[in-house]
């Protein structure tokens, strides 16, 4: 018997923590592969893949897999023994008792706190695929941030080797005497200007490298090409207004916050039953050392006088309170956030219509200017200042085109969209299979 029963038991095994960093060497593609070049999709699919904080997310999710397994066992029954051996002399005999007893008080709270189990089954599985979500969004905004990062620097290297061969050629004039030091100096603190936005620009490639990296669970020091993030399109009023009437249904934090919200009710409910005294029933077998033997059921009352009981009915009740306000904030949060960047999205877009047409001209005017100054009909002011308005639209076109980028995928988190649609874990019908995620 021993054996079978040590054969169920679960066995311990160590398992060190890891003594250095886990990085992936190289991003891989489904078949494990190797890949100079990714997309944004390939970047969000290896995040949710390869991501520490989202593995842990997963494992977390399995916890309450075995939670709720836990909340339908029944409690072990209890067995005690016990031996009587008389120590004065006489016609006696050894006396024995064996018992054994079985709580029945589980069976008033089983059915609420196996609801409250599989509720907070199904929030944790929505939290997850929550947080696969805000994981997706934030490899897709620091995938955009690397892009326009590396097209900034581009376009200010660009300019540098531009105005470094300029600069050349104007110091040899200034010694020829064919230029004033006033057009020497302008040129000379305009490339001064780019070269400081260059070493910005690469701060800041830096920072969106890293930080795409660790997304992917990626050594920071890992290079690869990037393939142009598509654009998608605003929605129109019509459909955020629809989206904002489904978020309830859609959004999967909402949605695990009504998990959550069932989870305390049924600890509610199960706190109120409690209050009813809990019964126990005791079956044993005795015999005394005059050789009498006895059979004996008794029932054993667990008496609720003291208020215990009661005040773990409010606090439940309490909590169940707590968590309603939480939920009908969050949802006028995430109705106000959606609208909010539905209309400054509007507003950025509008402003790039507007740069659309204005490069054009700009472009066409610096070309003119620098006809005049190298004619020397243009002082070296007014030539750095068209040079560096130029140079301040071309970089502003970037940024919102960055901003717009990135604003629609947050809308469609805000909305209640999947993402790019990547695969995203979500709670099934049915969460007391114990199926894991």
């Known amino acids: 018997m021993t054996p079978l029963l040590l054969a169920a038991c679960v066995r311990y095994n160590k398992r060190p923590l890891p003594a250095s960093t886990q990085w992936i060497a190289h991003p891989r593609n489904a078949a494990g592969r190797p890949l100079q070049r990714i997309s944004l999709g390939t970047a969000v699919k290896r995040a949710l893949r390869d991501n520490r904080g989202y593995a842990a997310a997963l494992v977390k999710a399995r916890i309450s897999v075995l939670q709720l397994r836990r909340a339908g066992l029944l409690p072990d029954p209890q067995f005690s023994a016990s031996l009587e051996k008389p120590t004065t002399p006489g016609p006696y005999v050894n006396g024995f008792s064996a018992a054994l007893s079985q ?11 196996k609801d409250a189990a599989r509720a907070r089954l199904t929030q944790t599985r929505l939290q997850v695929a929550w947080q696969g979500w805000t994981l997706l969004q934030k490899t897709a905004s620091d ?9 900034q620097c581009d376009l200010l290297q660009q300019q540098q080797d531009r105005l470094e061969t300029q600069q050349a050629a104007l110091d040899r004039a200034l010694k020829r005497s064919d230029i004033t030091m006033q057009q020497d100096a ?12 260059l070493t910005q620009s690469r701060q800041a490639r830096i920072t969106a490298q890293a930080a795409l990296n660790s997304d992917m669970n990626l050594a920071p020091q890992v290079r690869y090409s990037l393939l142009r993030p598509k654009m998608t399109p605003l929605p129109d009023q019509q459909a955020v207004q629809s989206a904002l009437q489904s978020l309830p249904h859609t959004r999967p934090d909402l949605l695990a916050l009504t998990a959550g919200y069932r989870a305390a009710n049924a600890d509610f409910r199960a706190a109120v039953l409690a209050q009813f005294p809990g019964i126990s029933v005791d079956v044993s077998r005795n015999s005394d050392t005059s050789a009498v033997f006895s059979n004996i059921i008794g029932i054993s009352l667990n008496l609720p006088i003291f208020g215990r009981s009661r005040n773990t009915a409010r606090l439940a009740r309490a909590t169940r309170d707590e968590l309603h306000a939480v939920y009908a904030q969050r949802l006028n949060d995430a109705s106000s956030q959606a609208q909010t960047l539905y209309a400054r999205l509007h507003q950025t877009q509008s402003r790039q219509t507007t740069l659309r047409q204005q490069l054009p001209r700009l472009k066409q005017l610096s070309r ?11 002082n070296g002011a007014e030539w750095s200042s068209i040079h560096q308005n130029l140079l301040a639209r071309e970089l502003e076109a970037m940024q919102i085109n960055a901003t717009l980028a990135k604003g629609r995928v947050a809308l469609n988190a805000l909305l209640g969209h999947v993402p790019l649609h990547a695969p995203i874990p979500h709670a099934p019908t049915h969460p007391e299979s114990g199926s894991t995620p």
């Open 368 to 378: 003119n200017a620098n006809k005049a100054f190298a004619a020397g009909n243009l």
């Open 186 to 197: 302008a040129a000379l603190t305009t490339l001064s200007q780019v070269q400081a936005q």
């Open 143 to 151: 995938y955009v941030d690397l892009w326009f990062a590396r097209r």
């Open 103 to 113: 709580d029945l008080s589980w069976l008033l709270t089983r059915g609420a706190r």
